[in-house]
T-cell receptor, first 115, second 113 residues
Framework: DTEVTQTPKHLVMGMTNKKSLKCEQHMGHRAMYWYKQKAKKPPELMFVYSYEKLSINESVPSRFSPECPNSSLLNLHLHALQPEDSALYLC??????????????FGSGTRLTVV | QKEVEQNSGPLSVPEGAIASLNCTYSDRGSQSFFWYRQYSGKSPELIMSIYSNGDKEDGRFTAQLNKASQYVSLLIRDSQPSDSATYLCAVNRGSGGYNKLIFGAGTRLAVHP
């Protein structure tokens, strides 16, 4: 299995809703990432988990809450989002020691629209 | 100065030509570099990685790295319309227990028949 699976593929939520994005990989990768990508912009790093521990939080607002229940799963909990949070949310994973050879493997992304 | 800089394009080339995409980076300590292809509405897909000075070839793709000039390039030979996409240059800024890819803004490539 060489894939990173993200669900749902599309999500529309109101500003008072609570929702979660899910990401799963079975490649034995021990580093997982959340990126946010706005239209015609590059992906921007949000969070990094290494060995299930949060290693980087790029000053992301608290309305985004990451969670790594185990080495294969990564969640992003969303609460009280704003319309400007609408974007493509990308999950990625890497084998920490082999990133130079293989880079990240990205999931297909969740297209989030906040109304 | 942005950490990773690319011309936004569009770069327009005829089918069969060589497309040349360029990228510069600001952190001289960066060690590994990546090229990703992203089709509209899709997620990035890794094309090439490079971490030694010189050229690295994989099929129709050649990545070139010059650390002294802080310059990375991607050549696409025999360009096809299916190569039309945005190409993202990325630099690894991670250390220790994690890796951190910083992306350039991307260059949009259009290959016309």
């Amino acid at each position: 299995d060489t894939e990173v699976t993200q669900t749902p593929k599309h999500l529309v939520m109101g500003m008072t809703n609570k929702k979660s994005l899910k990401c799963e990989q079975h490649m034995g990768h021990r580093a997982m990432y959340w990126y946010k990508q706005k239209a015609k912009k590059p992906p921007e790093l949000m969070f990094v988990y290494s060995y299930e521990k949060l290693s980087i939080n790029e000053s992301v607002p608290s309305r985004f809450s990451p969670e790594c229940p185990n080495s294969s799963l990564l969640n992003l909990h969303l609460h009280a989002l704003q319309p400007e949070d609408s974007a493509l949310y990308l999950c990625a994973s890497s084998h920490r020691d082999d990133v130079e050879a293989y880079g990240y493997t990205f999931g297909s992304g969740t297209r989030l629209t906040v109304v | 100065q942005k950490e990773v800089e690319q011309n936004s394009g569009p770069l327009s080339v005829p089918e069969g030509a060589i497309a040349s995409l360029n990228c510069t980076y600001s952190d001289r300590g960066s060690q590994s570099f990546f090229w990703y292809r992203q089709y509209s509405g899709k997620s990035p897909e890794l094309i090439m990685s490079i971490y030694s000075n010189g050229d690295k070839e994989d099929g129709r793709f050649t990545a070139q790295l010059n650390k002294a000039s802080q310059y990375v390039s991607l050549l696409i030979r025999d360009s096809q319309p299916s190569d039309s996409a945005t190409y993202l240059c990325a630099v690894n800024r991670g250390s220790g227990g994690y890796n951190k890819l910083i992306f350039g803004a991307g260059t949009r490539l259009a290959v016309h028949p």
